[in-house]
């Protein structure tokens, strides 16, 4: 990252950072995009009493309301605890890509997604039959390890492929 855009995100982390008195709140957390904070709002709710701002979109060095994990990752070196970032992990844990921590402001899932998170074959079993009383009919964690076994070979290839790029 040029000097410049550096000092842009250093000045707007600060800003966003400060602006936990307007909005009065304990953190801002900069999700990837407005379906994302559902899923950190449950976690949050579960394990802090802290209230928080989460957005979805900030400006970036340009003046263009920017969304995504890149812009989010663009504040890795400004983060605190009253400005800190929520991203899928994407391929990033399964690569090892080094400094994406909670210490360091950057919290992620552990999985592709947080859908992922969300589409666990029991909670999809017992959603399918309260809906349709007819969870005898399709077997979630039958279908999903068999997927699996399918998958796995080429998953494995492409984190390969990935690491060689």
Excluded at 34 to 61: G, H, V
Aim: a negative charge.
């Amino acid at each position: 990252m040029d000097k410049n855009k550096y000092h842009f995100y250093e000045v707007a982390a600060k800003g966003l950072a400060a602006s936990t008195r307007i909005y009065g709140v304990d953190s801002v957390i900069h999700v990837e995009e407005r379906d994302d904070i559902w899923f950190w709002q449950q976690l949050f709710s579960k394990y802090s009493d802290k209230r928080y701002k989460f957005k979805p979109a900030t400006t970036n060095e340009k003046g263009n309301r920017t969304t995504g994990c890149t812009q989010c990752l663009k504040y890795k070196d400004f983060l605190s605890q009253r400005f800190f970032i929520c991203i899928d992990s994407d391929l990033r844990y399964l690569q090892g890509e080094e400094g994406l921590l909670a210490e360091n402001g950057i919290l992620q899932t552990y999985t592709y997604s947080w859908e992922n998170h969300c589409t666990f074959a029991p909670k999809l079993q017992k959603y399918f039959d309260e809906h349709t009383h007819k969870g005898n009919i399709f077997n979630f964690e039958s279908f999903l390890q068999q997927y699996a076994k399918i998958v796995y070979e080429p998953f494995l290839l492409m984190l390969y492929q990935e690491g060689e790029a």
